[in-house]
C-alpha cells in the first residue's frame, strides 16, 4: 500500500539515506542501444540539480529502463540560503524564457527581486 512521503522520513530524525528509484513506463527505454546517449544527459542533470538543491549522492545507476539514486537532505544548508538565492535556483530549474536555440536564458535581477517580492507578501 503506498504511503505519503511526507510520513516515509521522520523530520526530527537525522537525515537518513534515501534509496529513490523511478522506472519508465510503457516498456519504454531510458537507455541502452539507440538511447544509449541519454546516460550522460541524465548524469549531467543529476550533478546539476544537487548543486542546486540541498542533497548529496551517495550513488546512482542509469539502467536500460529506470533509475537508482541514493540520497540525503542536507537539513541546515537552506536555511543560509537568502530568498534570491532560492529564486535563482527555482529559475535555474525551471527557466522563465529560451533562446533561440532552446537553451535557457538565466534569470534577471530584475525577475528574482520579482519573485522575491511576490514571495514574501
Not at 13 to 19: D, E, F, L, N, R
Request: charged share 20%; net charge positive; proline share 7%.
Amino acid at each position: 500500500m503506498p504511503i505519503a512521503r511526507k510520513r516515509l522520513i521522520d523530520p526530527a530524525a537525522p537525515s537518513p539515506w534515501v534509496h529513490c528509484t523511478s522506472r519508465c513506463v510503457r516498456r519504454a527505454f531510458l537507455c541502452g542501444g539507440r538511447f544509449d546517449h541519454r546516460r550522460a544527459w541524465v548524469e549531467e542533470r543529476l550533478q546539476a540539480l544537487t548543486r542546486l538543491f540541498a542533497v548529496e549522492v551517495a550513488g546512482y545507476a542509469v539502467m536500460s529502463n529506470h533509475l537508482h539514486v541514493i540520497v540525503r537532505m542536507q537539513r541546515e544548508t537552506p536555511f543560509t540560503w537568502s530568498a534570491a538565492d532560492v529564486a535563482r535556483r527555482w529559475y535555474a530549474v525551471y527557466p522563465a524564457a529560451y533562446f533561440a536555440d532552446g537553451t535557457p536564458k538565466p534569470a534577471s535581477d530584475a525577475l528574482v527581486q520579482a519573485k522575491v517580492k511576490n514571495a514574501v507578501s
